[in-house]
């Protein structure tokens, strides 16, 4: 039987992440593949309820270092009670968001620091990596005027943390894709919807050889 892939969604705020998890989600159940979806922060009960206290309130509720400790606490909480046991289940599995986000919306651009966020992670985690990260790039003013758009306040905390920090996330999200060039594959999400989901469905196909075949909804 072949081995279920880690796959996961990265980029800036409004990129398309949740739609696009929707269509693969879609995809994957055409082609008769078992598939785990889930997000971060959240995705188990605990990470749900961490979930709950970094999304919401104001941008400076936590100090920088506090916060990447709660998305840790979430991450580990997360594997630990869903993801790996998926993988051990054989099913596939899709999240939302994982450590890329941490290390770039944290060590990057709140300045925390990258070196022992890496070594965090080893020590809880050793050497367990997403086998493909699906980065969707494009500019923070597109994505957040996308956001801005749903009119929805609520889990907004990072959409207000101003535009020079969102540039930062981007320009973190390319250094991460340059220095993890066989992990992370790059994808334009200025594109339509379809666009973005036709580019994804033949990145995982070539990554894992699979035959997916893109959906028109979800
Ligand atoms: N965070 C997270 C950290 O700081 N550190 C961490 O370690 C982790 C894990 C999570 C927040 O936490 C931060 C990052 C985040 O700020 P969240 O609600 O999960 O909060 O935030 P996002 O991941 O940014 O999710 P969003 O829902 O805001 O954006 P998505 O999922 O990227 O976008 P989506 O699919 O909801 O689409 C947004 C809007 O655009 C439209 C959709 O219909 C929707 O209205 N849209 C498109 N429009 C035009 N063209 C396309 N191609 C479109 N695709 C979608």
């Known amino acids: 039987m072949r081995k279920p892939g880690f796959i996961t969604l990265e980029g800036g705020e409004g990129a398309g992440k949740s739609t696009q998890v929707r269509l693969l989600a879609a995809a994957f159940s055409a082609a008769g593949l078992g598939l785990c ?25 936590w100090h920088p270092v506090t916060e990447s400790l709660l998305f840790m606490t979430a991450r580990y909480d997360h594997l630990e009670a869903k993801i790996n046991p998926a993988l051990a289940r054989g099913e596939w599995v899709l999240c939302d968001r994982f450590y890329d986000s941490t290390y770039v919306y944290q060590g990057v ?100 050889g699979l035959a997916l075949i893109p959906q028109e909804s979800a």
Do not use: C
Request: glycine share 10%; proline share 5%.
């Open 37 to 61: 979806t889930t997000r971060e922060p959240g995705g188990s009960p605990g990470g749900e309820a961490i979930r709950g206290l970094v999304v919401n309130g104001a941008a400076d509720k």
């Open 109 to 208: 651009a709140k300045a925390v620091g990258t070196a022992w966020l890496d070594q965090l992670y080893a020590h809880l985690f050793g050497n367990q990596a997403p086998d493909l990260t699906l980065l969707l790039d494009l500019p923070p003013s597109v994505g957040l005027a996308r956001t801005a758009s749903r009119g929805n306040v609520d889990e907004s905390r990072f959409e207000s943390m101003g535009l020079e920090y969102h540039e930062q996330l981007r320009a973190g999200f390319h250094a991460l894709a340059t220095k993890y060039p066989e992990r992370i594959h790059s994808i334009d999400a200025t594109q339509s919807a379809s666009h973005v989901h036709a580019a994804i469905v033949s990145a995982v196909n070539a990554r894992f």
